[in-house]
């Protein structure tokens, strides 16, 4: 067991898991003075660490991925307001003097925290990449409608950048190599190529699944509810 660093006043420990050697999990104290405690990991420590957990404004407004670490920090500092879906973690801690009870915290795969917090899922449009954007059309080429390998994939500027065309959702579309490479630097109908299905913006639930994290059901279940049925997601 190791002592970790301090977060919000709240300090860390680590505690290897039963599922082997090597495979490790933190675990957080909930006070500081807490005499070291004997810490026990459970099972579920191995499959979580690999979860993050959705954090939410308190009103249900999508801000960010966390690790399971950052979420034990929020439920330390007393900043969830509300939680949502079945606990996937607990965290034992330290021993506290006054009470003799093991500080204990139950992690959910939905958070909503308390107050203002900054966060880049405020921005009104979601910001573009390849990964988000393959995703969004589900690997698709938008001219031969062939399904791809992501290696295989390009994004294509429906106008070509070089003649005005924008870096945006509304401009973009996946094509594979090949189509890319024939369409040059072309607009799609000097081309004579037509194009299958018609770029948008993703929502802000959306954007949220594009990111490609490990979601669960708990997760999809809430973000789906807020994404269009027009989107490719529920297809």
Known sequence: MGRGSDFFGVRSLTARSPGGAGARASVFTLESGLRRPRLKALAPFRYAARMDVLQLDVSGRPQAWISPREAAVLYASHAVAWTLGETFQVLRG??????????????????????????????????????????????ICAYCGGRFHVDELTREHIVPVSRGGEDSWMNCITACRTCNGHKGNRLPEEARMTLLYLPYVPSLHEDMILRGRRIVADQMEFLLASVPRSSRLHG
């Open 94 to 139: 330290g021993i506290q003097r006054s009470t003799g009870v093991q500080s204990r915290i139950e992690l959910h795969p939905i958070v909503a925290v308390r107050g203002a917090m900054p966060s880049r899922a405020w921005r009104s449009t979601p910001a573009i990449t390849n990964p988000k954007l393959f995703a969004r059309d589900r690997c």
